[in-house]
């Protein structure tokens, strides 16, 4: 029995269900750019550290924060690599873009642009390696020796 009484509600179905994953993704890259931004705080006020470091530490996080997002979007999806990671990226960059523009005296600039590619770029890959990613096969019987 199909579920879908036509097929423009199939293809809403899914498209929902797409546009979920990718925002599950985000959610999760979002909590890992907190926890690494949180540890790197941290080390910052433990150490003296130079504040020409601390660009370069923002930029690994949001870098490994969108890896993780198109990771996990990929692991869901298992279609697409590039183009779901890639809207999962953009999707945690918009959110990255409305969050600084919340903050007085802040400007979008070039920087901004920077963040934005390397953000697209990352969540692309998180998603290719996990569309690409081969689980391990399950054995159908145990082993006999």
Not at 66 to 74: F, H, I, M, Q, S
Not at 81 to 89: D, F, H, K, S, Y
Not at 121 to 127: K, S
Not at 136 to 145: E, G, T, W
Request: include cysteine.
């Amino acid at each position: 029995m199909n579920i879908c009484a036509k097929e423009s509600t199939c293809f809403v179905l899914v498209y929902d269900r797409i546009n979920a994953f990718k925002a599950i993704g985000s959610g999760t890259g979002s909590a890992v750019v907190l926890a690494l931004l949180t540890v790197f705080a941290l080390v910052m006020s433990a150490q003296d550290i130079p504040g020409g470091l601390t660009a370069p530490m923002v930029t690994i996080t949001l870098v490994v924060g969108t890896l993780a997002a198109g990771y996990r979007c990929g692991r869901q999806l298992r279609q697409n690599g590039i183009v779901n990671g890639a809207l999962t990226g953009g999707m945690m960059y918009l959110v990255l873009l409305a969050i600084s523009l919340t903050v007085p005296r802040n400007e979008v600039g070039l920087l901004a642009l920077y963040k934005c590619l390397l953000m697209l770029v990352g969540g692309a890959i998180g998603c290719i390696l996990a569309v690409n990613h081969r689980s391990k096969a399950k054995m159908s019987h145990p082993k006999r020796r």
